[in-house]
C-alpha cells in the first residue's frame, strides 16, 4: 500500500503472547515495549517508555505465541495504525498498533534456537507434524524433544559471528550498563 507506515522496533515483550481463536484464523496480540537509552555525561538515562499493541495471524501468530515469553527481547517490523476504541464507561482511547509481518528475537540481547515449521496444508506431507523437508525423525536432539518433528538449526553461532561484526557500529542508545 503506498503512503503506508512501516516501522521496526527493537524492545522486550510485556507478557507471553497468547494465541487465540474463535475468528477464521487463529490471532496473537501482545504488547511490546520499547526504552530509548541516551548517553548523559558518564551516565546512561531512560527515556520514556512506550508501548506498542503486535498483531499477527494464522500459522504466524501460532508461530509467535510458540516462541514468545514475557520479557523476551524481541524485533518487530510491519505497518503502523493507530486504532481507536471505547470502554464500557465511553471513554475514548487510541492505541499504536502493528501489524506484524516480521516477528524474531533481538540476538543482540539474547540467543536463540530456531525451529523450522512447514505450515500446514490439506495433502502436503511435509506440513507441520512431519519433519521439515522430508527428513528423518532424529534430524537432532532438539528434534526428538519436539513432539511435532520439526528439524531444529542451532543459529546462536551463526549470529554471534555476526554479532562480533557489528559490536563496532552499535549505537549509543543500543548499550546497557553492566
Known sequence: MSNEVTVTIRGHAGERAELRTGGQKPFVRLSVATTPRRRS?????????????????????????????????????????????????????????????????????????????????PGDPDAQGSPAGGESANAGDAAADDPAGAEAHDVSGKWATVAAGLADETREEDHVPA
Open 41 to 121: 555525561g558518564e551516565e546512561w538515562v531512560d527515556g520514556p517508555t512506550q508501548w506498542y499493541q503486535v498483531k499477527a495471524w494464522g500459522d504466524f501468530a501460532e508461530n509467535i505465541a510458540a516462541s514468545v515469553e514475557r520479557g523476551d527481547a524481541v524485533v518487530v517490523t510491519g505497518p503502523l495504525r493507530i486504532e481507536e476504541y471505547t470502554t464500557d464507561e465511553g471513554v475514548t482511547h487510541k492505541s499504536a498498533v502493528i501489524l506484524a509481518n516480521a516477528f524474531g528475537m533481538d540476538l543482540r540481547r539474547a540467543r536463540a534456537r530456531a525451529t523450522k515449521v512447514r505450515p500446514v496444508r
